[in-house]
């Protein structure tokens, strides 16, 4: 790509707002519109990704209530997983009708049975396929189409074939590149292992934005705190958090002073938190539902506090319940912990380090 190119691109993808410090990843069987729902009250202005969605499921199979989602949860992106160009622009058209801010595609999932349907990490094979897929959903929608995917995969993980790779894509449109910055081995290890074994190489995804200046790059993999974050942010335009915005949200409440700039946060504590929690989890035993849909999303609200355990212990057994009652004890049970969690905080000054993933493989 020349750079006049790049430089055009660059524009556009400013005008279309595509580069955010901070986003939350897209997780199976975690990111749902619960989970985002809980997220969105911690921070206002990160980007959050639903979890992937199989375009055959969405246009074939007419499935469009996997799309739903709360007003409340934009910025929002949907991350759709599929091979063929026609039904991933059409599953984004879809998508973008109902309201969604971006679309991404994920070239970076190896498990089993996504790379059976020949999409997710094994696209990383098959730039060509994946630039027709980012110009074709570009001419049907007019969002940013952004793609998921991996440092390289199986022997094909040099420096040079990454750069190949993002030349590709980039010359079909692709607003932004999240690059997961660990190579994935398509045979012998699990999605799990494939996101612990082979070592975080952030200095190839540092020196992908050095010399693709242009292009909107963010970084995945391994962040578990806001300072990790700043430390980004001089290198490449954003940072993309998975386990560490399950594990400890609490950590990312002060993402939108600290990491975006702006004037305040929208909590001022943990109590405030839950309080806001509480016409949703309202909504929620009023459906007849049980309260764990969404209190499983809150499990490592004190992480790192003296009520950590306690408040684990706590949640977990109202969690099973679907009584309007076991809300109020949830908002008690917080109001209970948070001082000496607050205090434990400040005594920290704010910066702390999270521990490693606690459920790496979750
Ligand atoms: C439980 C779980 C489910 C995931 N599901 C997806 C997914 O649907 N799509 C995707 O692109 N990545 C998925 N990932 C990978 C994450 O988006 C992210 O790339 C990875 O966890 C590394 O980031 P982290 O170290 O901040 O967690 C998943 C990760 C986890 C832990």
């Not at 409340?72 to 997983?81: D, S």
Request: one cysteine or more; aromatic letters at 6%.
């Amino acid at each position: 790509m020349t750079g006049a190119g790049t430089a055009g691109r660059a524009a556009v993808a400013a005008a279309r707002g595509v580069t955010r410090h901070l986003s939350f990843a897209p997780m199976m069987d975690h990111t749902d519109r619960h989970c985002r729902f809980v997220l969105r009250q911690l921070t206002r202005e990160t980007l959050l990704y639903t979890e992937m969605i199989n375009a055959n499921a969405l246009v074939l199979g007419r499935r469009v209530d996997l799309l739903t989602f709360a007003p409340e949860e934009h910025p929002l992106a949907l991350q759709l997983g599929g091979d063929d160009p026609t039904t991933l622009a059409a599953a984004a058209r879809i998508a973008v009708d109902l309201g969604y801010d971006e679309i991404n595609f994920n070239v970076g999932c190896p498990s089993d049975r996504v790379q059976k349907g020949r999409f997710g990490a094994c696209l990383m094979a098959e730039p060509e396929r994946v630039a027709d897929i980012v110009a074709a959903t570009r001419a049907a929608v007019d969002v940013p189409v952004t793609v998921k995917h991996r440092i390289g995969i199986d022997a094909r993980d040099s420096y040079e074939e990454l750069l190949a790779f993002v030349d590709t894509v980039a010359r079909a449109g692709c607003d932004r590149f999240t690059v997961h910055a660990r190579k994935a081995w398509l045979h012998g290890l699990s999605p799990t292992e494939n996101r612990t074994v082979p070592p975080l190489r952030y200095g190839e995804v540092h020196r992908l934005k050095r010399e693709r200046p242009g292009l909107a790059i963010e970084i995945n993999g391994g962040f578990v705190s806001r300072k990790a974050v700043l430390g980004q942010l001089g290198l490449v335009d954003g940072v993309m958090v998975g386990r560490a915005a399950l594990d400890d949200p609490w950590m990312w409440s002060r993402a939108d002073s600290e990491i975006f700039g702006g004037p305040s946060d929208p909590l001022a504590d943990r109590v405030a938190f839950v309080a806001a929690l509480v016409p949703y989890l309202h909504g929620i035993t009023g459906a007849g539902l049980k309260l764990h849909l969404v209190l499983r999303h809150v499990l490592g609200l004190f992480r790192g506090t003296p009520g950590s355990r306690r408040w684990k212990h706590g949640v977990a057994e109202l969690a099973r319940r679907s009584d309007a009652a076991a809300i109020g004890e949830l908002l008690s049970l917080a109001r209970g912990l948070s001082e000496s969690a607050e205090s434990a905080e400040s005594a920290e000054s704010g910066g702390r380090e999270a521990p490693a993933c606690e459920h790496p493989g979750s």
